[in-house]
């Protein structure tokens, strides 16, 4: 069994800081890693995720998430945050079942809020 | 353009009635899902089908139903026998028989309130 815990339920940040929303997972095999991003009343997105390779993945939008092994983390940064950055965020986790089915685990969420 | 639509929006739903979501999706992706997400509980998933025809109880089945028939569509109905039904549902694609690893594609999501 898998579970992710994302250890800050609300993150209020000003806009142009840095902020890193924190995952830790707990699984008995390897996993793959996501990150997930919900606006507003509306369905998620996929921000980034690490298969495999390098530790440190990015997306196109200025955040990054590192993949710690021994520490069962992949929390999420990004140096410089702007207001439309104001959402809720999710870890998920996927263990490595090959070709078979990968049920995805949530957290609980981090709602990132972005003040002027 | 490819994507996952969801209807309606917002349902609402009677004491003791049963009510339909859609889920349709044009990605030609084999493995289809059903989540539900209330606040401060992340998303909990309710059924998922890897093929047409075919599908599976999540973590919290109890007091829904679903079918495939279409590859391209994965209805849920919320049933009476569900006894807290007010939450925002999801629905999600993905490929590969939603094999590890795979990503999934969200839906815009439906609103189910209680009258």
């Known amino acids: 069994a898998q579970s992710v815990t994302q250890l800050d339920s609300q993150v209020p940040v000003f806009e142009e800081a840095p902020v890193e929303l924190r995952c830790n997972y707990s699984?008995?095999?390897?996993?793959?890693l996501f990150w997930y991003v919900q606006y507003p009343n509306q369905g998620l997105q996929l921000l980034l995720k690490?298969?495999?390779?390098?530790?440190l993945v990015e997306s196109i939008n200025g955040f990054e998430a590192e993949f710690n092994k021994s520490q069962t983390s992949f929390h999420l940064r990004k140096p410089s945050v702007h207001i439309s950055d104001t959402a809720e965020y999710f870890c998920?986790?996927?263990?490595?079942?090959?070709?078979?089915?990968?049920?995805?685990?949530f957290g609980q969420g981090t709602i990132l809020t972005v003040h002027p | 353009d490819g994507g996952i639509t969801q209807s309606p929006k917002y349902l609402f739903r009677k004491e003791g009635q049963n009510v339909t979501l859609s889920c349709e999706q044009n990605?030609?992706?084999?493995?289809m899902y059903w989540y539900r997400q209330d606040p401060g509980q992340g998303l909990r998933l309710i059924y998922y089908?890897?093929?047409?025809?075919?599908?599976q109880k999540g973590d919290i089945a109890e007091g829904y139903s679903v079918s495939r028939e279409k590859k391209e569509s994965f209805p849920l109905t919320v049933t009476s026998a569900q006894k807290n039904p007010t939450a925002f549902y999801l629905c999600?694609?993905?490929?590969?028989?939603?094999?590890?690893?795979?990503?999934?594609?969200f839906g815009p999501g439906t609103r189910l309130l209680v009258l």
């Open positions: 089908s890897q093929i047409v025809n075919d599908f």
């Open positions: 699984s008995s095999v390897s996993v793959y």
């Open positions: 999600a694609s993905s490929n590969m028989q939603g094999a590890s690893g795979e990503t999934q594609y």
């Open positions: 998920a986790v996927s263990d490595f079942g090959g070709t078979s089915y990968g049920k995805l685990t």
């Open positions: 690490y298969l495999s390779g390098s530790t």
């Open positions: 990605l030609n992706h084999d493995a």
